[in-house]
């Protein structure tokens, strides 16, 4: 039996009842935290290179994740088949980098938009994948989801799809989305019952290396003195956050659910946004705007209640 298979049994046997709301729990927490990402990341940019920032909180995520490794007695010797986490770092280096440069062209809930994407995308790399098939209902909720996704990116104005009018921002996280939705099978194929901490360090560490090659440059440059406490205050949140424990509740998830419900929760990503960007003073979305987002929280709803 391929690991792919014991992987897949591993899911029908044990994501059932308690382990299966846990699951739910956690990429609902999942997506909570990564809205605050884009907020915070949205202002730190503006303050440091993106680049400077995604290493050191890469750094602080590997320190953290190897002392909490290691007070539980957890062992981070060299894992088998390392080229697993070379492939994920490398995706997930391509994501983060992409997102924090199109921040700086275009507003934290266009990027969300984007992001609701996933959830679409990564049921098709799932089938390439691991020939993981999609239902027909939860097929027609991505679909849905993502038509409210693509009116956020336009900006609710019809005007500007029909002329896709689409900001190089976008554009340039649609890759990193590209590669995250591929990230997410892939947590499933390569999984190899490592502990799970185990599993998100040496995913981290090689996250790290990929983006320390354009950022070395740059992090000599950081006057480190001057820096404003937002820079270190999005750091922490990014690393512990964002990072650090969005890997772990994406980790747990991945081997419980299918890839599509996994990031369906993505769909609330626009709607945490715009409450967020609004709390902390930076201005309501548009009412069209916020139609779209409730549009993508809908198709949450009816995605979480159909069967796997």
């Known amino acids: 039996m391929s690991n792919s298979e014991n992987i897949t049994g591993h899911y029908n046997l044990h994501a059932r ?26 202002v730190a940019t503006r303050m440091i290179d993106p680049f400077a920032l995604q290493a050191l909180r890469y750094a602080l995520t590997i320190l953290l994740i190897g002392l909490l490794c290691r007070k539980m007695g957890i062992s981070l010797a060299w894992p088998r088949e390392p080229w697993r986490f070379a492939v994920l770092g490398l995706l997930m280096a391509v994501y983060m980098m992409t997102m924090f440069v ?13 992001f609701t994407l996933m959830p679409l995308l990564s049921a098709v790399f799932a089938w390439f994948l691991m020939r993981q098939h999609t239902r027909p209902g939860v097929l027609i909720s991505l679909l849905i989801a993502a038509a409210g996704a693509v009116w956020v990116i336009f900006r609710g104005d ?56 354009p950022a070395a440059p740059r992090l000599v440059e950081v006057d480190y003195n001057n820096l404003p406490p937002m820079v270190w205050i999005a750091v ?4 512990v956050f964002a990072t650090a424990v969005t890997f772990f509740l994406l980790q747990y998830a991945s081997v419980r659910l299918p890839a599509s419900k996994v990031l369906a929760y993505g769909y609330l990503t626009p709607t945490f946004i715009i409450v967020l960007e609004g709390l902390i003073g930076h201005g309501w979305a548009s009412a069209t705007v916020l139609l779209g987002a409730l549009v993508t929280a809908c198709g949450l709803v009816v995605l979480a209640l159909l069967p796997d």
Not at 102 to 114: H, S
Not at 175 to 195: I, T
Not at 236 to 239: A, D, I, P
């Open 236 to 239: 922490l949140y990014l690393s």
């Open 102 to 114: 199109a921040l700086q062209f275009t507003k934290p809930v266009a990027t969300g938009a984007v």
């Open 17 to 42: 009842g308690m382990e299966k709301l846990k699951a739910h729990l956690a990429v609902l927490l999942f997506a909570l935290l990564i809205s605050g990402a884009f907020s915070f990341g949205g």
């Open 158 to 213: 019809i005007n500007a799809l029909l002329a896709f009018d689409v900001g190089r921002g976008e554009m340039l996280y649609f890759v990193g989305v590209l590669c995250h939705a591929a990230y997410v099978p892939l947590l499933r194929l390569f999984n190899r019952k490592e502990a799970p901490l185990a599993f998100v360090f040496w995913t981290a560490v090689a996250t790290f290396l990929f983006i320390l090659l």
